[in-house]
Every structure is written in structure tokens, then in C-alpha cells.
């Protein structure tokens, strides 16, 4: 656990960059910082691993003050992924995952093998270990730079706007695998961001911060959304939030009846019972189905682009297992709202 | 103007002792300014207030004529190869000074904050990081530090020295342009030597640098 008490810190042009911060990061958690620039997010950050040092209050990783350790023994105890990775350019990739267990006397060997098993924990070929940085996408030297911060095993994880330098398709791939690792791995997670769809998807706490250091709210994803605490909250989330608020449930509870026979539309199955389009008379219309773990923004989205105002529901193998309509869907996102706002 | 051909096959022992004595004081040179700018660099790009002072110390150094240097060193050195040694030693800090700083600036600050976030310690950072990614601007400085004093040797000709610079003094007092020649493109050729095996150098120890994706 990470805990921030009455921590203040002011730059010597006089700034305020962090303004009586109080705040716990639960242990084996992610916490997303978030906020516009110039809020004090990255100043936060970098306080826990001495990067910046407090003004005043206190900081603890796992009960002791980080300002009692010595600074570098501290940092390698803590993983940190910076934005467009700050790789080692004249290293390979696999010196480049192995500079913290170095760093520590765990010999050169030793430290090569931990870093070729992370490469495969990141998603990335062997092969890759022996090419330098410059070599690779945007999207492989974020993933290096995240198998570097992992190399000594830290149980902290510090990552400042980490996939704010590829481009979409990558940044939600990445997002994805951190979430399958953190699934495994359950570190204690401080994450930057400034996009506020990147920090509902990843974070189990949100805090949002204002201009000058304020923390204005901080709480879990559904409730931030449910019930932001002021109008700054709720116009960071922007006017989207009630859909940002279906994106956190999943689409599992909502009914599902037989596929309808006889109608304008029809639902065609191939050989092994697998959805393949709608048809009417004339016109074929292709069909994304959907599992029970995607999003009810996916199924609202899936049923507005439906010609039946259906949406196809298949097992994991893809097989149909009924169809849910447009009015379930709506009906179950109500209730999913008021619930979220009632539990909040 | 012949070259004599007789005059160089009887005088090949000399010329190579030359040569050699020539490329020793060229290489001592650049390696003590090496030495020397090492530190001065570092400490010019730490502290800012410093930087303009020495950049502006060996600027003005390298004003000073090359026999007047000589001049001055004789009462301490006399007319040995050390005083060629720290005449033309002298004359490299203004471009290896300059490269050196130039080279640690040139390391990204991304780069430096992700040692130290790494907890790497600032020595090991400048070993181990700084100086390596400064390498390609700090060998351009060796580069010309080490053609500059292969053609600077001759000047210790003056306190007896000068290595194929002899061939010159030689040939003009006795009109005999052979030995001149050979002085000439000697020189000329230890200096394309030299620069390349500098490029195979950097080339050896900057593999980051060699295959571009």
C-alpha cells in the first residue's frame, strides 16, 4: 500500500504543484491519476520514488517513509515506465530489461535469463532481445519498457503516461495485455494518464485531480461516473460518462430469448451454429456477436446497428445461444445506472 | 621537381623511425587531451556558470603561436618530446573540450531520468550511460584532435623535434625537394590512416549505431 499524508509540494519558482495531498493506493491495485496538465498527476508520481521530493508530509510504500531509504536502493525497488519508454538506445533490449537486476549484483547471466522469460511475459519474441530499441515499433519498446520495470519482481509499479505516444489501435492493444499481466501479476499499480477512457478501463480507483494540486475525487471507476463529486468532475468525464458507465458492465445479466423466425430478418448460422449475418428478402447485413463478458456499451452500440434491432449472443466457442433485444438492453442499462449511483 | 627514387630506397630505416616518432607524438597529444577534457567536460556541463570559462580558456589557448608555447615550456621542459607533447596537447583541448561538452548535452534527459528512476547512481550514470551515448560526437572531436596534431608535429621541428617535420628543414637547407616530398605525403597518409582506423574504432564500439531499421 501506498499512502500519501498532507504532502505538499512546491517548486522553487513558487508553483504549487501538489497541494495537501491525502490519498491511499491499495496494495495489488491499480490507481489512476488524472487530470489536465499542469495538476500535480506526474508531480504525485514521481514523489514515491524520490524522483521529486515533498515539500512537506509524509509518503509510505508498504508502511515505511521513502524518505528514510536511500534514494537509489529505493528506485530499484519500485518499477518505473515512463512515456516513449526511455529505453537505453545503446543497449540491447534484453540489457535494457536487465538493468535493474544488474543494478542489484544478480550477475550478468542471471540477469539475461530473467530478461529473456520477460520478454515472453510482454508479448514479445525471443529474437527481440538482441535488437536495440530503435529497431522496434513504438508499441514493442513500450512493451520492453514494461518488461524492464518488471525485471526485479517490484510489488510497486510506477507508470507515467505510458502509452501516450502510439497510436490507438496500439495503445488499447497495450492496455489490454497490462490488464491480462496485472491479472497475474497483482501489483500495487500507479498509473498517469490524461485520457479519461484509458483510466475507467484500467483503473480500480480513479483520482482526479484539478489545476494547482487539488485532489478533487477519489473512488472507483462506477462511482466516479455514477457520481462525480462537483461540476469539474463531471465535465472531465465529459457528456459521454452514462456510456462510459455501460462500458464497466458487462452484458451477462441482460435476457436472452430464441433467435426470432419469420420477420423481415432472419439470423443466419453457418454448419456448426455460428451467426454469419442477417438476411432479409434482398439484402445481407453482417452481425458481430457478442459474449457475455463484452460491455452493455457494446450491445447497445451492436443493437443500434442491428437491421432486426437484435443483438446475437454466442458462448465462447462462438455457437448462438439466443438474442437479447434493443428494449432489454436499454431496460437492463437503466438499471445498471441507478444501482451504480445508489451503491455509490 | 623529381623525386629521387635512390635517395628514398637508402633512407627507408629513417623514414620509418620518423614516421613512427611522429604518429607517437600525435597519438600522446590526443591522448592526454583526452585525458584532460574528460573531467573538464564533465564538469563544464554540470556546472553552468564553468562552461563558458573553460570553453573560453582553451579557445584562447589555442590562440597562443605554436613556437611561443614552445618558448614558454622550454625552462620547465627543455627541448625534449615532452614539451612537443604538451604544445600540441594544448592545441587538441579546444576541440575535444568543445565535442566532450557537446556530446554530454546531447545525451537525452529521457534517457538520464530513466538511469536515475532506475536507481542507477550518478557516476555509474555517466560511465555507463552519458559517456557511451556522447561517444559518436566525443570520437568527432578525436577525429580532427588526432589530423590536427599529425599535421601540427612538424611545428617542434623548431626545439629539434618534429618528427617528418625534419624532412622538411632538411630538404630546404640542402635545396633538395626528395625528403620534402616524402615529408609531405607521409604525413598526409598518416593522417587518413589514423582517421580511418578512428572510424573502424567508433564504428567497434558503437554497435547501437550500425544497423538502421
Known sequence: MIQFDAVHKRFPNGTTAVHDLSLEMPEGGVTVLVGSSGCGKTTTLRMINRMVEPTSGTIKVGGQDVTRQDAAELRRSIGYVIQQSGLFPHRTVLDNIATVPLLLGHGRRKARARAAELLETVGLAADAGKRYPHQLSGGQQQRVGVARALAADPPVLLMDEPFGAVDPVVRTQLQDELLRLQKELAKTIVFVTHDIDEAVRLGDRIAVFRTGGHLVQCASPTELLARPADD????????????????????????????????????????????????????????????????????????????????ARVDAAGVLTGVSSRDDIHTHAGQAHTEARVAA | MSVDWSWIGDHTDELTTLTLSHLQAALSAVFFGVLISLPLAVIAHRVRPL?????????????????????????????????????????????????????????????????????????????????????????????????????????????????????????????FPTPVIAGVVLTILLAVVADAALVALQYVLTPWKRRRA
Open chain 2, 51 to 175: 562552461r563558458g570559462f573553460l570553453l573560453g580558456v582553451s579557445n584562447i589557448l589555442f590562440t597562443i603561436p605554436s613556437i611561443a608555447i614552445f618558448v614558454l615550456l622550454l625552462p620547465v621542459s627543455g627541448l625534449t618530446r615532452t614539451t612537443t607533447v604538451i604544445g600540441l596537447t594544448v592545441y587538441t583541448l579546444v576541440v575535444l573540450l568543445r565535442n566532450t561538452v557537446e556530446g554530454l548535452d546531447s545525451v537525452p534527459a529521457k534517457t538520464k531520468e530513466a538511469a536515475k528512476a532506475m536507481g542507477t547512481r550518478p557516476l555509474r550514470t555517466l560511465l555507463t550511460v552519458e559517456f557511451p551515448l556522447a561517444l559518436p560526437v566525443i570520437m568527432a572531436g578525436v577525429r580532427i584532435a588526432t589530423v590536427m596534431s599529425i599535421s601540427l608535429v612538424s611545428v617542434a621541428t623548431y626545439i629539434g623535434d618534429g618528427g617528418l617535420g625534419q624532412l622538411f628543414t632538411d630538404g630546404f637547407q640542402r635545396d
Open chain 1, 232 to 311: 469539474f468532475v463531471a465535465d472531465f468525464l465529459g457528456a459521454e460518462r452514462g456510456l462510459k458507465l455501460l462500458s464497466l458492465t458487462t452484458l451477462a445479466d441482460v435476457p436472452q430469448g430464441p433467435a426470432p423466425e419469420g420477420g423481415t430478418w432472419s439470423l443466419v448460422l453457418d454448419a456448426a451454429n455460428r451467426p454469419v449475418h442477417w438476411a432479409s428478402k434482398d439484402t445481407e447485413i453482417p452481425v458481430r456477436p457478442l459474449t457475455d463478458n463484452d460491455s452493455l456499451l457494446s450491445a447497445l452500440n451492436e443493437s443500434i446497428a442491428s437491421p432486426a434491432g437484435l443483438i
